[in-house]
């Protein structure tokens, strides 16, 4: 197990990356997106009978999803552990950890998921969640499957490969739910104890609604909401949650849709001009979280006045 105390940093740069994985290719990266904490790629495995890798400590969390079958040989703690993995299967190498891999060759290309999470973004949702990031300390875990760890990584590939449709704060919730999620299941530190009593107050949730709907047409972020009353970007996503019962991203969708309807009902605005007042990225996203929530597309609201 490895302390993370100790280290701080960066996400691992582009050439670092494709200096150490020279033997993949890189499909997609999030690394122009401006995602916070985080950075997703999606590599192709070259076609080769055998690859031997050694690669040094980096300064952030690795994690590897693999999208196919193989087999596997790692070293951990100077001891080679041999062993077959599969899709739904996740690696965890800690930052400040150096790995060793050799996989086996395939004759067709085959494609993993690579997340890399900075040291101080698991230390903020630490706090947020009470606890001591002096204490934290992520485990090693090759092989491991978990359909769950699985489900948020693939949504957030999704919203890679669409291009960031759902928005910022949409990555960013993803995003906690997955740091939230690894410190539960992939960490030697005590289960996580929250107090539920402390909630945002009257004054802080008024700050906060007043921020948004005068904002909806933007690409709102956690750390611009929360700036608004002072608080941490994590430790305000789980206040807010508490006091409202949904997430920021989920509050914010439910308010563009119904500033949507309003707009729908007493202007001659297009759908795609009401689209982009309320924040939506362009019609067919409006009509998709329109249809979600009320059960009818915009267009059949239009047909009804």
Not at 156 to 170: A, N, R, T, V
Not at 239 to 260: D, M, N, S, W
Not at 274 to 293: D, P, R, Y
Request: proline share 3%; glycine share 4%.
């Amino acid at each position: 197990m490895l302390k993370t105390k100790s280290v701080t940093g960066s996400l691992p740069k582009s050439s670092e990356l494709s200096q150490w994985l020279n033997n993949k290719s890189l499909l997609l990266s999030s690394r122009l997106r401006g995602w916070n904490g985080i950075l997703i790629e999606q590599y192709e495995n070259s076609s080769t009978p055998q690859s031997e890798q050694e690669l040094p400590a980096m300064l952030s969390h690795w994690l590897i999803l693999p999208l196919h079958s193989g087999l596997l040989v790692h070293k951990c703690d100077e001891r080679l552990h041999e062993s077959i993995y599969q899709k739904g299967d996740s690696l965890l190498v800690p930052a400040g950890q150096s790995s060793y891999w050799r996989c086996q060759g395939s004759k067709s290309n085959q494609t993993e998921l690579h997340i890399h999470l900075q040291t101080e973004l698991i230390e903020q949702v630490a706090e947020a969640s009470e606890i001591d990031p002096l204490q934290l300390e992520l485990i090693n875990r090759i092989g491991k499957q978990d359909l769950h760890l699985q489900n948020i990584a693939m949504l957030l590939f999704s919203e890679l490969y669409s291009d960031g449709l759902m928005g910022q704060l949409y990555v960013e919730s993803l995003t906690q739910a997955l740091v939230i999620y690894l410190l539960r299941h992939y960490s030697g530190t005590p289960k996580i104890i929250t107090s539920v009593d402390r909630k945002l107050t009257h004054a802080q949730l008024q700050q906060v609604f007043d921020y948004i709907h005068a904002h909806l047409d933007q690409n709102l972020s956690l750390m611009q909401i929360a700036k608004v009353i002072n608080i941490s970007p994590t430790y305000f996503a789980s206040l807010f949650k508490r006091t409202t019962g949904i997430a920021p991203h989920q509050y914010i969708i439910q308010q563009r849709v119904e500033k949507a309807k309003s707009l729908l009902s007493k202007t001659d605005l297009s759908i795609k001009e009401i689209a982009l007042e309320v924040g939506f990225s362009n019609h067919s996203h409006l009509t998709q979280q329109f249809k979600c929530l009320t059960g009818i597309t915009p267009k059949q609201v239009r047909s009804l006045l």
